[in-house]
Nanobody, 122 residues
């Protein structure tokens, strides 16, 4: 079993930056694809970004491409999401996701973190 704990959320002004971290315990993440999802009030949870086991391949939702960067440090069993040029529409609860698999064209995680709130003011 894998436990994922996010940190780094908070309140930031539009144009600002935040760095989210996701620390894993229970077993190593090094063999898994990892990712981030988000859920805004009244909306469905949506995919944000994913990274392969080595960190050498990444994939982003169009809405965050060029502004967000996903990375990982397997030695620390941690995944990161650097968010720059934040917009009010980025306001959501951000969830770390572990052991992502592409099923039917959609990223499907096996493990979820508890989420961290990101609020971007205009």
């Amino acid at each position: 079993q894998v436990q994922l704990v996010e940190s780094g959320g908070g309140l930031v002004q539009a144009g600002g930056s935040l760095r989210l971290s996701c620390a894993a315990s229970g077993r190593t993440l090094s063999g898994y694809y990892m990712g981030w999802f988000r859920q805004a009030p009244g909306k469905e949870r949506e995919f944000v970004a994913s990274v392969n086991w080595s960190g050498g391949w990444t994939y982003y939702a169009d809405s965050v491409k060029g502004r967000f960067t996903i990375s990982r440090d397997n030695a620390k069993n941690t995944v990161y999401l650097q968010m720059n040029n934040l917009k009010p529409e980025d306001t959501a609860v951000y969830y770390c996701a572990g052991n992502l698999r592409l099923l039917g064209g959609r990223w499907s995680p096996e493990y979820w973190g508890q989420g961290t709130q990101v609020t971007v003011s205009s």
